[in-house]
C-alpha cells in the first residue's frame, strides 16, 4: 500500500488501475464491461439522490465517493481498451462547461436571469447536437433514463419545436380519455393492450407534470417515500395491538392509514 500516490483522486485512480491489472488485479474487476458495470452506475447516482433526499450529509460523501468511483472504473476500462482515459474525461468537461458559460468565462454579460441562462444553455446544447450530426429532435434523448424521467425528456425537446399542447386543459382531457381506454382494456381481456394503455397513461401523467413544472420523478420519489412512512405507522400500530397486517383487513389498515395522514405522515 506504501507505493499508492498520496494525492487522492491519484490513489483512487492508482487503486482501480491495480483492481484491473490482468495479472494481479481483482478477477472480478477485470472480468467487467462497459455494460455490466452500466447498472452500478445508475444505482449509485440513485443512492446519491436519496441521501440528499434524506438531508444524510455524511451518507451523501460516501454515496458521491462511490459514484466518482464509478466513473474511475469507466475511464479505465476505456483506457485498457485504448479509447480514451480519465484526463480525456475531465478535460472533456471542463471544455463543455466553459463553452456553456460564457457569461462566466467569456465576454458575454452575466446580468441573466436563470430562464434567460436556461435557455442559452438550450441554444449552446443544440448547436452541439447538430454539430454531432444527430437530425432527429430525440435522437440523443438517453435510452437508458428511467421511463419517467425519460418521458419527461422527449417531451420537452418536442416541446422545443412546437410539438406540445398549448394549455393544460388538453393534457387533462387527454389523462381522461387514456383513463377511459384503460378500463376498456382491462374488459377487453388483452393483457398486451392494457400494457400499451397503462403505459400511455403514465406517458400523459409524466406530460401532466412537465406542464405544471413538477419534476415528475422527484414527485414520485417523494409519494413513495410517504408510502413508506404511512404503511410504517401501520404496522407499527397493529404491532401494539399485538397484530400485524396479514392478520387485519383492509377496512382496519385503511383506518390506520387515515390516522397516519391526520398526523401528517
Keep these: 500500500m506504501d507505493d499508492l500516490p498520496n494525492d487522492p483522486m491519484h490513489r483512487l485512480r492508482a487503486i482501480m488501475a491495480r483492481l484491473r491489472d490482468p495479472e494481479t488485479g481483482c478477477p472480478w474487476d477485470v472480468e ?26 455524511d451518507e451523501l460523501k460516501g454515496e458521491l465517493g462511490d459514484l466518482l468511483f464509478q466513473s474511475v472504473f469507466h475511464a479505465q476500462m476505456a483506457q485498457d481498451a485504448d479509447l480514451f482515459d480519465f484526463d480525456d474525461v475531465a478535460r472533456a468537461i471542463g471544455d463543455k462547461m466553459i463553452a456553456r458559460h460564457p ?32 437530425g432527429g429532435v430525440l435522437d440523443d434523448v438517453a435510452l437508458g433514463l428511467p421511463a419517467l424521467m425519460r418521458a419527461e425528456k422527449l417531451q420537452k425537446r418536442a416541446a422545443r419545436v412546437g410539438f406540445d399542447w398549448p394549455d393544460i386543459a388538453f393534457v387533462l382531457e387527454k389523462l381522461s380519455e387514456e383513463a377511459r381506454e384503460v378500463a376498456e382494456a382491462r374488459d377487453s381481456g388483452d393483457a398486451e393492450k392494457l400494457s400499451e394503455e397503462v403505459g400511455d397513461l403514465l406517458f400523459v401523467v409524466a406530460n401532466l407534470a412537465r406542464h405544471l413544472k413538477v419534476d415528475p420523478e422527484v414527485a414520485l420519489r417523494q409519494a413513495n417515500a410517504k408510502f413508506v412512512r404511512r404503511f410504517r405507522y401501520i404496522e407499527q400500530q397493529l404491532g401494539k395491538m399485538g397484530s400485524s397486517p396479514e392478520q387485519s383487513d383492509l377496512a382496519e389498515m385503511d383506518t390506520l392509514w387515515d390516522a397516519a395522514k391526520a398526523k401528517g405522515l
Design 103 to 134: 457569461h462566466v468565462f467569456g465576454d458575454e454579460s452575466n446580468a441573466k436571469t436563470a430562464d434567460q441562462q436556461v435557455a442559452d444553455w438550450e441554444s449552446v446544447k443544440a448547436a452541439e447536437r447538430a454539430a454531432k450530426a444527430r
Design 32 to 57: 467487467q464491461t462497459f455494460a455490466t458495470i452500466a447498472p452500478y452506475t445508475i444505482e449509485e447516482a440513485y443512492e446519491v439522490a436519496d441521501a440528499i433526499e434524506r438531508q444524510d450529509w
